[in-house]
């Protein structure tokens, strides 16, 4: 069973800095990629960032302001978000992919004031 955790949600205001954090209990599976997805209500879920091996990625909007990482030996992922906008402001979701099948946190509330 996986389980993961996050947690580094929060309210700030735009311009300011939060960072991510989600623990994976992965019970030995093979982790392939972890990554954040973002929902803002009324709109899809997007991807944010993904770290795969030595590989990263982001969406545009984020490129330059957001750091991915991944402690392997803690199964964990972190998001440094830095100068944050309103537009930021999204339910963030952790993401696992384990040979194509994926897992999903909770979800952690991300909130920026203007």
């Known amino acids: 069973q996986v389980q993961l955790m996050e947690s580094g949600g929060g309210l700030v205001q735009a311009g300011e800095s939060l960072t991510l954090s989600c623990a994976a209990s992965?019970?030995?599976?093979?982790?392939?990629?972890m990554g954040w997805h973002r929902q803002a209500p009324g709109k899809e879920r997007e991807l944010v960032a993904v770290?795969?091996?030595?590989?990263?990625n982001y969406k545009d909007s984020v490129k330059g302001r957001f750091t991915i990482s991944r402690d392997n030996a803690k199964n964990t992922v972190f998001l440094q978000m830095n100068n944050l906008k309103p537009e930021d402001t999204a339910v963030y979701y952790c993401?696992?992919?384990?040979?194509?099948?994926?897992?999903w946190g909770q979800g952690t509330q991300v909130t920026v004031s203007s």
């Open positions: 993401n696992l992919d384990s040979n194509s099948r994926q897992y």
């Open positions: 992965a019970g030995g599976i093979t982790i392939n990629a």
């Open positions: 770290i795969s091996g030595g590989s990263t």
